[in-house]
């Protein structure tokens, strides 16, 4: 493993549909073995960035290298990666065991060798047992992970997978994230994986880029998105609750920055007349160890205090708050990350 | 068992048989009857004013198989099934994969294909005796150009029922196109993508993944294909007549035939009958064997 040259390039990559736009501008660079999660909202391009990287799509502009390889022009099926799609795209009319084996025979692998990798993979995604059914006769989060053996049975150094979970109830959600996770250290591949979900993406990635209308806004690890978030979108995208943003105006001595983030575990209630902020208590939302309280005031926004155990407090009753200097973030006019709150 | 669970069981018959007798009423009326009514009247002999008629078992299907036109027929048909339905089958599917694919007018090529569909049988042969009439048809005409003699391709045994074939195949295969198209428009697009990250070339993303998917509908066209062969007659009004010297005579031009032109009910009967036996072997066919190794979704 060489840490200098990255595994997989991708440099000024965009991609435009009739001037509409795809993804603009998009450098990443990803070490081998990592695991890197595409996160942002529906329609910020991040299923896109990572159809451009497989070869389905082929960009418009920039380049892309894997393996020291460039590939910007390359069929898929040069580019030595495997992928998961959303809808899994299982042939229904194959049973599991053909699935699965359907790239091997493409590429001719001989019927021992095929038998063999074919019984490894079920074994590894607990599908022994079921090589004859067909598509259609398995549960979701059977499908799921023939897909899942479909790309580990390729033994590509690569792994694509755009929203593999997405299809998933909460509970089978949580538990294949597991799964996902420990095939990839296993195997020892580098996985890139698409998701809405900010929970899949902080709990698994080693690196997560964030994405927002076709752009990358800010790459790191998953502490660095949420402690020093780069602008205000990531910083009012990551984190439940996010982070509340407060016009500086509101909290005199930070005038140089336009708005103040503050994290919802470092918010204190104050007693009456001592607190920093005074606001106006909107509903309360028990989550069981915690309660979260949100605040409306008149210049900030999403403030919430956790709180623990439960707390029923009315809506519209007075609460002060009170917070350090040091977990306060600070954001300039086009809200962008500033370095140090300058006084 | 307590009396409501009876009653509730009644009930449910009853709501059965409604349900099931519009079917029942019209198919006992329009199918089975007449079915029953002509296996009956193929048991007996033809009344003349003379000799009344009177039960003869199987002897109308004994006159059948001595009679060598029957066998011509017969033979006839099978060659006109055994080229009408592959063909067109293979023409419909080349077409259809051709027209899903992301070429330039594809709207006009779609309905391009479908116009033989809308055109009625009997204005389609019109439209081919244009082309096949000797001397002054089109097909004469480029034949003509290139130094060909004129032939008369409807007027002589060896081509007469290619001929008709030809015309079956270009009104038929338009339709079983449509068919084909919807089917292709069902498969999802990300099997292409998933085949092609595995490295599968376009005939074995065609031939391990859409064919197996377009099995349903092939079977359904096949069956109609089958039907039509035997029960699409209309042009040969029109073209051949069923001539020359029967050259292009198909069971039902001829059952017709027997029963209108020569009065022959009871052998028509008899013919009838057995094109239904062989109708209802191959459905029985479809049913169990073919569908058992079709994948339907």
Request: aromatic share 10%; with cysteine.
């Amino acid at each position: 493993m060489s840490s200098d040259t990255p595994f997989v390039h991708a440099d000024g990559v965009a991609k435009r549909w009739n001037g509409q736009l795809g993804v603009e501008n998009v450098n990443l660079t990803i070490p081998r073995g990592s695991f890197v999660a595409l996160l942002g909202p529906s329609g910020c391009g991040k299923s896109t960035t990572l159809r451009l990287l497989s070869g389905l799509e082929l960009p418009d502009e920039g380049s892309i290298t894997i393996d020291g390889r460039d590939v910007t022009a390359a069929a898929p099926s040069d580019r030595n990666l495997s992928m998961v799609f959303q809808s899994y795209a299982l042939f229904p009319h194959l049973s599991v065991a053909e699935n699965v084996i359907f790239g091997l025979k493409v590429r001719k692998v001989g019927a021992a060798e095929r038998r063999e990798k074919l019984d490894r993979a079920l074994e590894i995604t607990g599908l022994t047992g079921y090589e004859a059914r067909k598509p259609g006769e398995l549960s979701g989060g059977q499908r799921q992970r023939v897909a899942l053996a479909r790309a580990i049975v390729a033994n590509q150094p690569l792994c694509l997978m755009d929203e593999p979970l997405s299809n998933l109830d909460a509970k089978l959600r949580a538990s294949v994230r597991k799964d996902i996770k420990k095939l990839q250290v296993e195997l020892g591949i580098t996985v890139v994986y698409v998701t809405h979900d900010q929970t899949e993406a902080m709990s698994m990635a080693d690196m997560v880029v964030l994405m927002k209308d076709g752009h990358i806004q800010q790459t790191g690890t998953p502490e660095e998105l949420y402690y020093k978030p780069a602008n205000t979108f990531v910083a009012e995208f990551v984190g439940a609750p996010p982070m509340a943003l407060i016009e500086s105006k509101a909290l005199p001595g930070f005038e140089s920055a336009t708005h103040i983030g503050l994290r919802a575990e470092n918010i204190q209630v104050a007693t009456s007349g001592k607190g920093r902020l005074a606001c106006k208590v909107s509903e309360c939302e028990f989550l069981g160890s915690e309660t979260f309280i949100g605040l409306t005031h008149p210049a900030a926004s999403g403030l919430t205090v956790s709180l623990p155990g439960l707390k029923t407090i009315p809506a519209g009753e007075d609460m002060e708050i009170s917070f350090s200097d040091s977990d306060l973030h600070f954001f300039d006019d086009a809200g962008k990350r500033l370095a140090t709150p300058a006084g | 068992m307590t009396e409501h669970v009876q009653n509730e069981r009644r009930r449910q018959a009853i709501y059965g048989w409604i349900l099931l007798s519009p079917a029942l009423v019209l198919l006992s009326l329009f199918a089975f009857y007449p079915s029953i009514a002509t296996l009956w009247s193929s048991l007996f002999s033809r009344g003349t004013r003379r000799r009344p008629t009177e039960f003869v078992a199987t002897e109308n299907y004994a006159d059948l198989f001595a009679d060598p036109t029957f066998w011509k027929v017969v033979i006839n048909n099978l060659i006109y099934a055994g080229a009408t339905i592959p063909i067109s089958i293979a023409i419909a599917l080349a077409m259809a994969l051709w027209a899903n694919s992301k070429i330039p007018a594809r709207g006009f090529v779609r309905t391009a294909y479908f116009t033989p569909t809308v055109l009625p049988m009997i204005a389609a042969a019109n439209l081919w005796l244009f082309f096949y009439t000797p001397g002054l048809g089109v097909l004469d005409k480029i034949g003509g150009l290139f130094g060909f003699e004129s032939v008369n391709w409807l007027g002589q045994p060896e081509t007469a029922l290619w001929a008709v074939i030809i015309v079956t195949i270009w009104k038929e295969a338009g339709f079983f196109m449509i068919f084909y198209l919807a089917a292709l428009q069902t498969i999802p697009e990300d099997l292409k993508e998933a085949a092609d990250i595995e490295g599968a070339s376009r005939w074995t993303y065609t031939r391990r993944i859409v064919l197996p998917l377009l099995m349903p509908t092939t079977l359904f066209i096949m069956v109609n294909a089958l039907i039509n062969s035997v029960k699409l007659i209309d042009h040969l009004f029109i073209l051949t007549k069923g001539g020359p010297s029967d050259a292009s005579k198909l069971i039902l031009y001829y059952i017709w035939e027997m029963a209108f032109a020569f009065f022959d009910a009871p052998h028509a009967a008899a013919m009838t009958i057995m094109v239904l036996v062989v109708l209802g072997i191959v459905a029985g066919i479809k049913f169990t064997i073919l569908d058992k190794r079709t994948h339907y979704q």
